[in-house]
């Protein structure tokens, strides 16, 4: 199962790429962060956010998206750019007829961590070890966005085999073939090359 997930921000979007199944190794296809300037209008932003999650999915040709579901915060401001983007992602995946899941940051902290209350950096360190990495993802928005999209490949595995097992079932015949599909999209500020860390 190829998952590409989204750690959804206006300042800062975290795009994370595995691929694997649940209890096998995971492979990291690509990660990165798209960047945009807070001083830019919110449509030219979103814009921005928008082609290059259309570039991922044209590249990484994932077999679902997973975004992190948006929660209240005392910042309002803060949460509604989030949300924004957020509803970018989906739209970018709905588009193309991929299924889309909505995780918790909870819900992804348990499944990577084992604990719903873990921080950041627990979630950078078991994302690093989980696809045997060199060095943590960076910023968080990227190991975050990894950290998504193993949540889905462990817990939309099941979902996806049941879904496939009954697409075959009624259509009487073979499941798809594996696709040899590669893509390494990279970061991203505005259309330029970026690697450095900021505040989201």
Same mark, same amino acid.
């Given at each position: !199962?190829?998952? !590409? ?8 979007? =975290? ?6 199944? *649940?209890?096998? *190794?995971l ?20 814009v ?20 992190? +579901?948006?929660?209240?915060?005392? %910042?309002?401001?803060?949460? !509604? ?15 193309? =007829? ?18 719903? %209350? ?7 360190? !078991?994302?690093? +070890? ?7 993802p ?15 490949v ?16 009624? /259509? ?6 594996? /696709? ?17 860390? /900021?505040?989201?």
């Open positions: !199962m190829r998952v !590409m997930g989204v750690d959804p921000g206006l300042t800062r979007c =975290g795009l994370g790429a595995v691929e694997g199944r *649940p209890g096998a *190794p492979s990291l296809l690509s990660v990165g962060v798209v960047r945009t300037p807070p001083d830019d209008d919110i449509g030219s932003r979103l921005v956010i928008e082609a290059e999650i259309e570039r991922w999915l044209d590249e990484i040709k994932p077999d679902a998206v997973a975004v992190e +579901r948006v929660f209240a915060q005392h %910042n309002v401001r803060t949460v !509604m750019g989030t949300a924004q983007a957020s509803a970018v992602a989906i739209v970018c995946a709905a588009r193309r =007829g991929l299924p889309v899941a909505l995780h918790t940051p909870s819900e992804v902290k348990a499944a990577i961590t084992g604990n719903g %209350n873990a921080d950041k950096k627990q979630v950078g360190t !078991m994302v690093t +070890r989980l696809l045997r990495l060199d060095a943590m960076k910023p968080a928005d990227a190991a975050d966005a990894l950290a998504l999209a193993i949540c889905h462990w817990r939309g595995g099941v979902q996806h085999r049941l879904a496939d097992a009954l697409a075959r079932a009624r /259509s009487g015949g073979a499941g798809p073939a594996a /696709s040899g599909r590669t893509g390494r999209p990279g970061d991203v500020a505005a259309g330029r090359p970026d690697r450095g860390g /900021s505040t989201r």
